[in-house]
C-alpha cells in the first residue's frame, strides 16, 4: 500500500490511478490529519508527501513521522516545488528517502518509487555489501576493490558504509557530519568533502561511484 498526501485532487487522483495502474495499491489524503488517521489503520509500505499542504506542512509532517516508533522507518518521498533547493536539503536531512520536484511525470514518480523501495526492503545478506566490483564486509570490517584489500580510516569506512547500504540515496553533508560525527561534532561541512576526496582517491576507479549531488550533497551509484 501506497499513501499519497496531495491536497490538489485532480494530481491526488492522478497519482493513485497511475499507482494502481501499475500494480501497487495506493491510497490519497489531501493533509497530515487524513494520513495519521489512517496510519492508525494500516501503515503503508511508502508514503508520497507534498511539502506544500494545509495545516501542519510536508515537513512538519514528516517530522512526526520519524519521532513515532511506528512510522520512523516508513519510506517518504518528498514532492518539492521545482527549484526550492532549501527545501529538498531540509526534506533529505529530516529523514526523507528521495525527493520529486514538481511538476513530475506520472512514469518518474513510479520509477522514484520502485528504487526507493528497492533499497528499503529487507536484505538477506546485509554482512556483505557490494557494487560493481567494490565490496565491504561488515563482519571483517574489511573493504577491497576487484579483491585487493583497501585500508580506510574508521570515518572512511562508515561513511562508505552508509552508502554502500543506501544505494542511490541522497545524502547532505549535514546527514553525514551528524551520522559519522555525531550530533555533538562542532566543526565544518567541509570535513566531509575532504573525508570525500580521500576516500574516492582510496577506491580508485571505484570512486567514481560516489556522485556529487550538486548543491544538496553526496550519493552512490553504479556507473554504467
Not at 506542512?57 to 516508533?69: F, M, Q
Not at 574489511?142 to 562508515?158: A, D
Not at 545524502?171 to 562542532?186: H, K, N
Request: aromatic share 8%; charged share 25%; hydrophobic share 40%.
Amino acid at each position: 500500500m501506497i499513501y499519497c498526501v496531495e491536497d490538489d485532487s485532480g494530481i491526488r487522483d492522478l497519482m493513485i490511478y497511475t499507482l494502481n495502474s501499475v500494480g501497487f495499491d495506493a491510497k490519497g489524503y489531501a493533509c497530515g490529519t487524513e494520513l495519521f488517521a489512517a496510519l492508525k489503520e494500516e501503515l503503508p509500505q511508502l508514503i508520497m508527501l507534498d511539502i506544500m499542504l494545509p495545516g501542519d506542512d510536508g515537513l512538519e509532517i514528516l517530522k512526526k513521522l520519524r519521532g513515532k516508533s511506528y512510522t520512523a522507518n516508513i519510506p517518504v518521498i518528498m514532492a518539492t516545488a521545482k527549484g526550492t533547493e532549501y527545501d529538498k536539503v531540509l526534506g533529505l536531512d529530516l529523514g526523507a528517502d528521495d525527493y520529486l520536484a514538481k511538476p513530475f511525470g506520472m512514469m518518474e514518480m513510479v520509477s522514484r518509487v520502485k528504487a526507493v523501495l528497492r533499497r528499503t526492503e529487507p536484505k538477506n545478506n546485509v554482512n556483505l555489501l557490494q557494487i560493481g566490483t567494490l565490496t565491504l564486509n561488515i563482519n571483517e570490517h574489511t573493504v577491497s576493490v576487484n579483491g585487493e584489500r583497501v585500508q580506510l580510516t574508521l570515518k572512511e569506512y562508515e561513511i562508505l558504509k552508509m552508502f554502500m547500504e543506501n544505494i542511490g540515496l541522497v545524502f547532505t553533508r549535514d546527514r553525514l557530519l551528524q551520522s559519522v560525527w555525531g550530533s555533538d561534532y562542532i566543526g565544518e561541512t567541509r570535513t566531509v568533502d575532504v573525508h570525500i576526496g580521500t576516500l574516492r582517491t582510496k577506491l580508485g576507479d571505484c570512486g567514481n561511484y560516489i556522485k556529487t549531488v550538486r548543491g544538496v550533497g553526496y550519493r552512490m551509484e553504479e556507473t554504467k
